[in-house]
């Protein structure tokens, strides 16, 4: 069984930075494409960052662009979202995911197959 699980959620101040964690189990994941995606209490969930598991393409929402980083460790099966300059906007839940999409759809949670129970992050101003 496939499981994601995410962690480094947290209240931190506008400015200020977090490191999200996705511990992937259950299967090798180096052929799939490992995305962020985020939901704020009465919107819909967005795409935040993507890359290929096994290569160095990534993409980004024009939101986040240049303050976030996605990274993975394949030895540790983790991947990572390290968040810069954090803005109160940045406030929701944020989740992590796998699949096999297609470059063009990597921003579409539709080409996911695997989804983590997701940790809140809260920026206050």
């Known amino acids: 069984q496939v499981q994601l699980v995410e962690s480094g959620g947290g209240l931190v101040q506008a400015g200020g930075s977090l490191r999200l964690s996705c511990a992937a189990s259950?299967?090798?994941?180096?052929?799939?494409?490992m995305g962020w995606f985020r939901q704020a209490p009465g919107k819909e969930r967005e795409f935040v960052a993507a890359?290929?598991?096994?290569?160095?393409?990534?993409k980004y929402t024009d939101l986040v662009k240049g303050r976030f980083i996605i990274s993975i460790n394949n030895a540790k099966n983790t991947g990572y979202l390290q968040m810069n300059s954090l803005k109160p906007e940045d406030t929701a839940r944020y989740f992590c995911?796998?699949?096999?999409?297609?470059?063009?759809?990597?921003?579409?949670?539709?080409?996911?197959?695997?989804w983590g129970q997701g940790t809140q992050v809260t920026v206050s101003s």
């Open positions: 995911a796998a699949g096999r999409p297609i470059w063009g759809n990597i921003d579409s949670a539709g080409g996911y197959s695997y």
């Open positions: 890359l290929r598991w096994s290569a160095s393409n990534t």
């Open positions: 259950g299967r090798a994941f180096s052929s799939y494409a």
